[in-house]
């Protein structure tokens, strides 16, 4: 894409790419030139110290050379590969996948999963979708729409598992990974090497293989077209959106498939005579912020153009996990304060355990009704995830601090967690 948007402009031929490559490709440098790219580029890069004092590269396509443009690194400096991941119809694939019987049927996930009960439609297989049922959808009015689907309960524990098996899969391909929601996911493949329909095929290969689901996946130069790719060739779809597609591409499309584009802002868009973003890219800022305010108006000017710098934000490990509880009356009672003990640690457990987590230093609080607080803490042998080992690690914590008021707060947190 780099090399190109390199010889249209080196052509100058007139159009999205002219000059607006240039500028992007300052930006995006920014964002992603690690150390070992600004060495690499070496002379390349210089100080655009008027306007941005950030490193920028001298764009003018003749000062980079030919080795630079040839190489897969200077697709990698100049424009992000963003991969969005969308699962298909992911709870009722799930039921479709554990029992066969259901594959190729009307198929509705919701609540309790009785249709004649209060609750809505998580989500529904294909077929079902051809009856006009959908997601947030009251059960009942599925059931009116189609009483011969089947209807099942929402079981969020096993989606979760599977959900975790994909971003185990993805976490294989690049650390570079933002977890959207318990189906989807936005990964940077920008230093990866092979090709986006190589790497999208692999992806769809290996979730196919451990899980027997399909997904849809979009990659762009950013998370905004990404992620409106993923969704254009559902079920089973894989779309690439480069920066010269944007015309053809997304400006048919209506308003409502720009993130942040809600129900309300699509009717206000309409009553301006806005249907598609297209129609959105040919008003101008002033009148944007005019209506739509300054950080808005800016953003849907961007976003109709294709233009979206937002980072991924890959998840932080949490660094511990605790709970304390506050008494209605301040505790004297030794044996009230150990119970109660016992009951937080077993919920820090829990919760350490079902996130995958276990931890290797234990801390007990102490707040006495004056608000004086205490805190002792332990270190453990080994990581652990065992209540047993740390409700002794507590208890020893515990007995270090004299108690000699009545007690306000008692709280316990487990830190240094790693996972397992
Ligand atoms: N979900 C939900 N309630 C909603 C929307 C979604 O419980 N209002 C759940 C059920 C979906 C899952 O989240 O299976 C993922 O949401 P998606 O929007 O990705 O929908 P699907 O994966 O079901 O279908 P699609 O193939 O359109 O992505
Ligand atoms: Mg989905």
């Not at 060495?39 to 890069?45: H, M, R």
């Not at 049922?133 to 309960?153: G, W």
């Not at 129900?263 to 008003?283: C, D, V």
């Amino acid at each position: 894409m780099l090399r190109r948007n390199f010889q249209r402009n080196r052509t100058g031929k007139p159009g999205l790419g002219e000059g607006f490559t240039v500028k992007r490709t300052k930006f995006e440098l920014r964002k992603v030139a690690t150390p070992f790219h600004k060495e690499w580029l070496g002379g390349y890069i210089s100080r655009n110290t008027k306007r941005t004092r950030q490193p920028t590269v001298n764009c003018e396509p003749d000062n980079l050379s030919s080795h630079a443009c040839n190489s897969h690194f200077a697709t990698v400096l100049f424009m992000r590969r963003i991969l969005h991941i969308d699962m298909d119809a992911f709870f009722a694939s799930i039921e479709q996948q554990r029992r066969p019987e259901l594959a190729g049927k009307p198929l509705v996930i919701g609540g309790k999963g009785d249709p004649t009960k209060r609750g809505v439609v998580s989500t529904a297989s294909y077929e079902a979708r051809k009856f006009g049922i959908h997601s947030a959808m009251p059960l009942r009015t599925a059931y009116k729409l189609c009483p011969d689907a089947v209807f099942l309960p929402v079981d969020y524990k096993d989606y979760s598992r599977v959900s975790k098996m994909i971003k185990k899969i993805l976490r294989e391909f690049t650390p570079i990974i933002e977890e959207a929601g318990i189906d989807e996911a936005f990964l940077d493949i920008s230093e990866i090497r092979n090709g986006s329909e190589e790497i999208a095929k692999e992806i769809k290969k290996r979730i196919k293989k451990e899980t027997g689901l399909t997904c849809s996946i979009g990659i762009a130069p950013n998370k905004l077209l990404a992620k409106i790719a993923s969704d254009m060739d559902k079920p089973d779809g894989l779309t690439i959106i480069a920066e010269e597609d944007i015309e053809h591409s997304i400006w048919p499309l209506p308003v409502r498939k720009l993130r942040g584009v809600g129900p309300k802002n699509t009717a206000y868009l309409k009553e301006m005579g806005i249907r598609t973003i297209g129609e959105l890219a040919s008003i101008s800022l002033n009148k944007l912020i005019e209506r739509f305010g300054k950080s808005y108006g800016r953003y849907l000017y961007d976003a109709s153009r294709g233009i979206d710098d937002s980072p991924i934000i890959v998840h932080r490990e949490p660094k511990s996990s605790g709970r304390e509880i506050t008494f209605q009356k301040d505790i004297g009672n030794i044996q009230i304060l150990r119970k109660t003990l016992v009951e937080i640690t077993k919920q820090v457990v829990k919760n350490i355990r079902e996130r995958g987590y276990k931890a290797r230093t234990v801390t007990v609080k102490i707040r006495f009704s004056d608000f004086e607080t205490h805190t002792r803490a332990k270190s453990l042998y080994e990581h652990t995830d065992s209540f047993e080992d740390i409700k002794r690690a507590a208890f020893d914590c515990l007995n270090r601090i004299e108690l000699k008021k009545k007690v306000r707060l008692i709280g316990i947190r487990v830190s240094k967690l790693e996972k397992w």
